[in-house]
């Protein structure tokens, strides 16, 4: 099949989606999107991040569907059943285990690993169901399409191979074809779909008329407002309309979900005495929908008015009337069945968001960038208060840009980045990178405590061996090659710890704010070379992904011997032990057979 065949899935905290495109790759590509909600009178692009299980976890269903069988069930039957909503975030800024666990709106557990599965084995299912649905009888498998799967771009290398192992269990990808998988960065999706639009492809304040890609020198920053997170990056247009990363991936766990929370929050401040907690526990399906309804008010930058329901009221009016629940906060009152609340108490909501962009962006700005345009995406984009709270405060230096169907700007770009990734030519490295290497002791330079034997020779554990640099300009498809030997003659393995800090020249990796963050295993079964046999390590930093390929070295011959093989770096957290693996090939002279800009194995000098 063709390798322009593409399906985009954008799996959201709080909306989830997918865009296809079956048009061969010498004609434009004609990105299709699913319509989600005509079971509940509704027509979205996407669908609620949510997802039930019944009390054997078994999976019952996913989305608007999810909502409502779960409404539906109600009472005690409910609190038997998963529900799971917004669990994206159990990704982010934890250390991830395959066996972690995440808790159910019933209070119970189940693994993560297996909810994230089944969320894209429906998503999965349903694209190939809505394909096939309309190819006049020709039948497309997963297997046909490359697969693009969207995921924050400040979530760290542990929760992108989380989503990895979740799709490739789902069915997403096979084994041995996991190249068939992209994970795109959601800002940068966006990005690559925003900077063609010409200016009536945006809401918000007009640019010249001319779309970005066809502006070379631009530069612009995009904001991704999602439900979980606020996902920052900050590109200038090259030549042909490809993008340079010019400032690292930034922002914060402060997007939709915490507005939410807000007003939860406020919901039980108006409900006192206990009713809203016991509102919580008997009718957890309400507050599901409640939450959702809050949603679309939240788009507003008005008062906004939402029906109390009949049994919130019930448990209310045990206490008191309800409008005595009124009278002792300020921002909300009752009218008549309903809650009104007023549009400074909405502002109220957003506030701890919205300072924390005005942070992110600030920072970003004091740069000495030539930054002209601000794009808002993602679903929170639509709310009219963020909208013009950024005007308010950035649109004196630059001018805000929001796409029309800024929902949709993620899928979109996902599309166009899965026909080709190298729509991003550079992406700055976050941390500086390396590996755990031992070298022969010099008491110049080495710390005493950090020498030990081999035989009669003395050696120098723990040294960090520089690949790629904190800052550092890294192309999307440059590898960076470092040689190692086998410390042990009969050594028949050897494991490479990998490390990252956002110190530029750190000598150990025991040093403060060094830290491991994966290893990987390369096989070495033929020990006829002894300590002279070589592994190549190539490492891609510029991808969304971190990706390694070792390759046994023929001793003295410098050929490849035939087993070449990727290899993955376990960046999920394990039980790991200290081994030394390995020596630098020469410590003065290493990085002759290195490429890249900057000599990564170079030992920085005590």
Known sequence: MEDSFIIAIDFGTSYSGYVFNITPSHEEPDPQLKMWGKEVGLQTPKTPTCILFDESEEFVAFGYEAIESYNNIGGEDAKRHYFFQNFKMALYGKELRRDMKIQAANGKEMAALKVFTEALRFLKEDALKTINSNTAGMVFLASDFTWVLTVPAIWDQPAKQFMREAATLAGIVEEGSEERLVIALEPEAASIWCKKLPAEGFISEKHNGTPLDQCQGSQYIVVDCGGGTIDITVHEVLERGVLKELHKASGNNLGGQTVDRKFKEFLREIFSDGVWDEYEENYPSEVQKLLYDFTLLKQSGEDVQFTCSFNLGTLAQKKKTLEKFFESVEGASWNNGSIKISKEKMR?????????????????????????????????????????????????????????????????????????????????????????????????????????????????????????????????????????????????????????????????????????????????????????????????????????????????????????????????????????????????????????????????EA
């Open 348 to 604: 109220y909501f957003f506030e701890e968001s919205l300072q924390a962009i005005t942070k992110n962006l600030g920072e970003i700005l004091k740069r000495k960038y030539s930054i002209e345009y601000i794009l808002l995406v993602g679903g929170l984009a639509n709310s009219q208060i963020l909208h013009q709270y950024i005007i308010d405060q950035f649109g004196d230096t630059c001018t805000i840009l929001c796409p029309f169907r800024a929902q949709e700007a993620i899928m979109r770009g996902a599309v166009e980045f899965g026909r080709n990734p190298s729509w991003v030519a550079s992406r700055k490295s976050p941390y500086t990178y390396g590996v755990a290497l031992c070298e022969p002791f010099d008491e110049l330079k080495h710390k005493p405590e950090k020498k030990f034997m081999v035989g009669e020779e003395e050696w120098c554990c723990d040294r960090f061996v520089k690949l790629v640099q904190a800052g550092e300009d890294v192309r999307w498809d440059e590898i960076r090659e470092h040689i190692h030997r086998p410390l042990e003659k009969y050594q028949t393995w050897m494991t490479m710890r990998f490390y990252r800090t956002e110190r530029i020249f750190p000598k150990y990796v025991d040093d403060l704010g060094v830290e491991e963050v994966g290893s990987f295993h390369v096989p070495m079964p033929d020990i006829s070379g002894g300590r002279e046999r070589q592994v190549r390590l190539e490492i891609r930093f510029g991808s969304t992904e971190i990706t390694a390929t070792a390759i046994d070295v023929t001793s003295g011959t410098n050929l490849i011997s035939g087993k070449k093989q990727t290899v993955k770096i376990d960046f999920m957290t394990t039980d790991r032990e200290c081994v030394i693996d390995g020596y630098d090939e020469d410590a003065v002279s290493v990085g002759t057979e290195q490429s890249g800009p900057t000599e990564g194995a170079e030992h920085p």
